[in-house]
Nanobody, 126 residues
Framework: QVQLVESGGGLVQVGGSLRLSCAAS????????MGWFRQAPGKERELVAA????????YYTDSVKGRFAISRDNAKVTMYLQMNSLKPEDTAVYYC???????????????????WGQGTQVTVSS
């Protein structure tokens, strides 16, 4: 069983930065494909970024390209999301997710993730 705990959310002004962390409690971290999702009030949950288990293949949704960076430290069993140049439309609850995989690839579909964190609120004020 995999448990995920997000941290690092908060209130930030437009143009500011935050770094989210997702700490995993898992038998092994190296076979987990992982991703960050977000859900704003009244909207569906959307994939923000995803990374394969080796960390060398990433995906970003168009709205965050050039501003956000996903990374992972397998030794620390932690995934990160560095968020820069934040905009009011980035306001949402951010969730990390994981899926056990046997092939090293990026998972971009929410339904294919097996494990979810409880979420951390990010609020960008204008």
């Amino acid at each position: 069983q995999v448990q995920l705990v997000e941290s690092g959310g908060g209130l930030v002004q437009v143009g500011g930065s935050l770094r989210l962390s997702c700490a995993a409690s898992a038998p092994t971290f190296n076979n987990l494909a992982m991703g960050w999702f977000r859900q704003a009030p009244g909207k569906e949950r959307e994939l923000v970024a995803a990374v394969n288990w080796s960390g060398d293949n990433v995906y970003y949704t168009d709205s965050v390209k050039g501003r956000f960076a996903i990374s992972r430290d397998n030794a620390k069993v932690t995934m990160y999301l560095q968020m820069n140049s934040l905009k009011p439309e980035d306001t949402a609850v951010y969730y990390c997710a994981a899926r056990t995989v046997s092939i090293d690839y990026v998972v971009v579909t929410a339904a294919r993730y097996d494990y979810w964190g409880q979420g951390t609120q990010v609020t960008v004020s204008s």
